[in-house]
């Protein structure tokens, strides 16, 4: 079976598509994790956040 030269350009741009929305993603979730890092250092420092609960709300 032989590849055409076509279809050996298509597999490599699909295989580079892929690997780009793989680096994105894998970025996306980095700075989604420094983010909720960021989040709870914030909550960790505010006094009295999280301390009670209102119950006449």
Do not use: F, H, W
């Amino acid at each position: 079976m032989e590849i055409s030269a076509a279809g050996l350009a298509a597999e490599v741009q699909a295989n580079t598509q892929n690997q780009v929305a793989v680096s994105v993603l894998k970025k996306s979730l980095d700075i989604q994790a420094e983010q909720g890092a960021e989040m709870a250092k914030m909550v960790a420092q505010a006094a009295g956040v999280g301390q009670r609960v209102d119950q006449y709300a």
